[in-house]
Structures are given as C-alpha cells and as structure tokens.
C-alpha cells in the first residue's frame, strides 16, 4: 500500500502548520479525555478539538475560534 501523501507534501504541510497555526495544550486528570471524546462524539462532532472550539465560543458568547475547515485551508493541487 501506497503512502497516503509524500516528503513534498508532507514538508508543505508542516510550513503551512508552522506559519499559520497556534498550538495551545492543556493537561487534563487521566480518564477525562476519555468523557471528552465521548461527549464530542455524542454531540455529533467528528473530532473532540471542534467540541472544545465550540464551548470556548458559547462561553465566550461570540466566534472567538475557527473551526479548522473555516481557517481558509487551501489545499496545494495534487500533481496525481
């Protein structure tokens, strides 16, 4: 099986990750990020890094953060 993307992409990627994000990392007691995931997915979001976005804004009662697909990704044209 094929790797799903190559170096040049994956070089692309860490750029693109390096210029344009913020990595922000909290700790939490064992087990918790347990009922995090869980809680996540029973509100029906596909990663818990969405759920807690989400919170952060109904807490912050205004779009304070993005959603990963609404930071204006653009994806470099794959040369398949």
């Known amino acids: 099986m094929a790797n799903r993307y190559n ?3 994956k070089n692309y990627l860490l750029k ?3 210029e344009n994000l913020d990595v ?6 064992r087990g918790e990020k ?5 809680a996540a997915a029973a509100a029906g ?6 759920f807690i976005i989400a919170a952060i804004n109904e ?3 205004r779009e304070l953060l993005t959603m ?3 930071r204006g990704t653009k994806r470099k044209p794959s040369a398949d």
Do not use: D, H, M, T
């Open 16 to 18: 693109y990750q390096e």
């Open 45 to 50: 979001y596909s990663a818990y890094s969405r």
């Open 68 to 70: 990963p697909s609404e």
């Open 7 to 9: 170096e040049k992409q």
């Open 34 to 38: 347990a009922a995090l995931v869980e």
């Open 24 to 29: 922000i990392k909290f700790q939490v007691k």
């Open 59 to 61: 807490k912050a009662g």
